[in-house]
């Protein structure tokens, strides 16, 4: 099996689904262990993103993570029902007083885990890569 997918109701009560799905992957796909974290890290990251910001709490949107592996990469989307967000107000990460900021820390570490990071929808759909060595 080279796909996966969960779907999931905009509540923080539903976060252990997604621990339960993210094992799951993990041990499917059977990843090299040192994609376990970075993967691990991202998908919570998105997740919380989308039950916060993209679909407000609301319990009656969704959140739809889907993973799908083929010989040279896993890539990992995680969709929900908002509208998104202004892609040119991601803060700079290069700067040290972004660190000091509320928001933007669950961003930072998408795009430092994973190998490629593309958003869609106008962020309400986040593909994160991770390419696998296989030497």
Do not use: C, P, Y
């Given at each position: 099996m080279n796909k996966l997918s969960l779907t999931i109701p905009s509540d923080m009560n539903s976060?252990?689904?997604?621990?339960?799905?993210?094992?799951?992957?993990?041990?499917?796909?059977?990843?090299p262990q040192s994609l376990?974290?970075?993967i691990t890290l991202s998908i919570i990251e998105a997740v919380h993103n989308s039950i916060l910001y993209g679909n407000k709490r609301d319990p009656k949107k969704k959140?739809?993570?889907?993973?799908i592996k083929n010989p040279i990469k896993v890539s990992i989307t995680v969709e929900d029902e908002g509208e998104g967000f202004d892609?040119?107000?991601i803060p700079d990460f290069s700067r040290p007083e972004?660190?000091?900021?509320c928001t933007g820390r669950g961003l930072y570490l998408m795009?430092?885990?994973?190998?490629?990071?593309?958003?869609?929808?106008?962020?309400?759909?986040?593909?994160?890569?991770?390419f696998l060595n296989l030497n």
């Open positions: 976060t252990h689904q997604v621990d339960n799905f993210i094992e799951f992957l993990l041990d499917r796909f059977e990843l376990n974290g970075r959140i739809t993570i889907t993973a892609l040119s107000k972004t660190f000091m900021q795009i430092t885990l994973a190998d490629k990071l593309l958003f869609a929808k106008r962020g309400a759909k986040v593909i994160m890569t991770f």
